[in-house]
């Protein structure tokens, strides 16, 4: 409905515009900025999504920090190669799409943020000696101090807000800041640059909501293909896919140092996570039960770095699910371009990839915990050796320290395997995985249909 006004709104607008010198019409341009800014964005929020969209379309390599303050946040980014705030002044007064998309997904954020939400901001770009401010009613530039990096500073006080003071600001902020924290922890977990707020990093396949790493979850087994349908790659996150396993029990970490070495690849057509859901334990200390808890599968569309939406597959929901990860690139969006429509291209794709992932399927083996003893064990005696030979050349130096490593280190070679609890969870996940797989496959070559009745309703 609001892609309908806007495009109501633009078509009155040329109606009545002027026509430049090429015989185009043109709009006018305030009030073409304040409807756009209106219309485009349906959360208050959502201008976060076009930073990220704009920061990984400009081609730039460096981390998108947050910093969230009690009066502000900061963003520090590396700005496009060819980013200005020239170009970006320019694409401000053009209600259209220019030639670069990054600019256009960083003009409707800076829209957002300023005529919608009615903050103020300051735009810097890195060694530019010049600043970009929004006060409210005008943009102007200004002389800066140069910063290393570029940034983009919002008080969290809107300029019709006044200032309350004390706990009622602390409580506004609280709240903004929160907003901005689910956001980024459920749409950007996909995005390629390292995105961190206030130095906690939340992008990573493992970090997904639904199919990631975290209490209640066993990761059963992962995939990373390139297609040989004309599928298009998918941009992952780089360096190392590390979690953090604090607050989560010595059960549901079995897995976890089975997947924290990295993603093997930056780019891949298509992405899966086969992931065993249980119940987890209610108190520190109670036993585990590992419960089965059943959960649907579901595909998620990915378009420079943003979640647009997820589809539900047509899988029976089982205690083993997958989650699908496509890109969305060449496929219609509405114009915030944060969320599909429905077409036949989209549904074809999806089809194409739920049949190149029932062919990789064919070669599943569940992750094991006993494989992966076996191989932490060999490279402990290996270094052990090279630990010890060293512990006794010190010893008549630092006989405390090198007697104290060398006991660890026999501790270490002696360490008995995994317990039964523990072989009884690995059993129970891989039984779980494998006739998902049976049933998944089986799905797949019986029936074209891949989504569910009604599911083809984008969900963010």
């Known amino acids: 409905m609001k892609d309908t006004k806007l495009d109501s709104f633009l078509s009155q607008e040329q109606s009545v515009g002027e026509r430049d010198s090429t015989g185009d019409f043109t709009l006018s341009t305030d009030n073409a900025l304040r409807k756009m800014a209106e219309f485009q964005l349906s959360s208050p929020t959502d201008w976060v999504l076009k930073l990220i969209q704009s920061f990984v379309a400009s081609g730039a390599s460096g981390p998108i920090d947050f910093k969230l303050g009690r009066t502000d946040m900061l963003i520090?980014?590396?700005?496009?190669?060819d980013w200005t705030l020239e170009t970006i002044i320019e694409q401000l007064g053009n209600p259209r799409a220019g030639p670069q998309p990054a600019l256009y997904h960083l003009a409707m954020a800076l829209w957002s943020v300023g005529s919608n939400q009615r903050h103020c901001y300051t735009?810097?770009?890195?060694?530019?000696?010049?600043?970009?401010?929004?006060n409210g009613k005008s943009l102007s530039q200004e002389p800066s101090r140069s910063l290393p990096r570029s940034q983009l500073r919002i008080p969290h006080r809107t300029r019709y807000l006044p200032r309350a003071g004390g706990i009622v600001d602390t409580e506004r902020a609280r709240k903004l800041n929160a907003s901005i924290l689910i956001l980024l922890s459920t749409r950007c977990f996909l995005c390629p640059l390292p995105l961190t707020l206030d130095g906690r990093r939340l992008n990573g396949l493992l970090r997904c909501p639904s199919y990631g790493f975290r209490e209640g979850r066993h990761l059963a087994g992962s995939g990373y293909i390139e297609s040989r349908l004309g599928i298009p790659s998918l941009a992952l996150p780089l360096g190392c896919d590390t979690i953090d396993t604090y607050g989560v029990s010595g059960i549901g970490t079995l897995f976890?140092?089975?997947v924290v070495a990295g993603l093997p690849t930056s780019r891949a057509s298509l992405v899966y996570l086969l992931t065993y859901h249980y119940t987890p334990k209610q108190k520190p200390g109670e036993s585990f039960d590992g419960l089965a808890s059943p959960q649907p599968s579901r595909c998620y569309w990915i378009l420079d770095g943003v979640v647009l939406g997820s589809v539900e597959l047509n899988l029976p929901s089982a205690a083993c699910s997958v989650g699908v990860y496509l890109s969305a690139e060449n496929l219609p969006t509405d114009l915030s371009t944060l969320s599909?429509?429905?077409s036949d291209a989209k549904t074809e794709r999806l089809r194409k990839a739920l049949i190149e992932i029932a062919g990789d399927l064919r070669n599943f083996k569940p992750l094991s915990f006993h494989e992966r003893h076996r191989s932490k064990k060999n490279g402990t005696f290996s270094a052990a050796k090279f630990i010890i030979a060293g512990s006794l050349l010190t010893l008549p130096i630092f006989r405390e320290a090198s007697v104290g490593?060398?006991?660890?280190?026999?501790?270490?070679?002696?360490?008995?395997?995994?317990?039964?609890?523990?072989l009884r969870v690995e059993g129970d996940v891989a039984r779980a995985a494998s006739s998902f797989v049976d049933s998944f496959q089986e799905t797949i070559l019986r029936s074209s249909q891949i989504v569910s009745d009604g599911a083809l309703q984008d969900r963010a």
């Open 76 to 81: 520090q980014f590396d700005a496009g190669p």
């Open 123 to 134: 735009l810097e770009l890195a060694k530019t000696g010049k600043k970009l401010v929004w």
């Open 256 to 258: 976890s140092d089975l």
């Open 340 to 342: 599909l429509q429905e």
């Open 405 to 422: 490593m060398i006991l660890f280190m026999l501790y270490a070679l002696t360490k008995k395997e995994p317990s039964p609890e523990e």
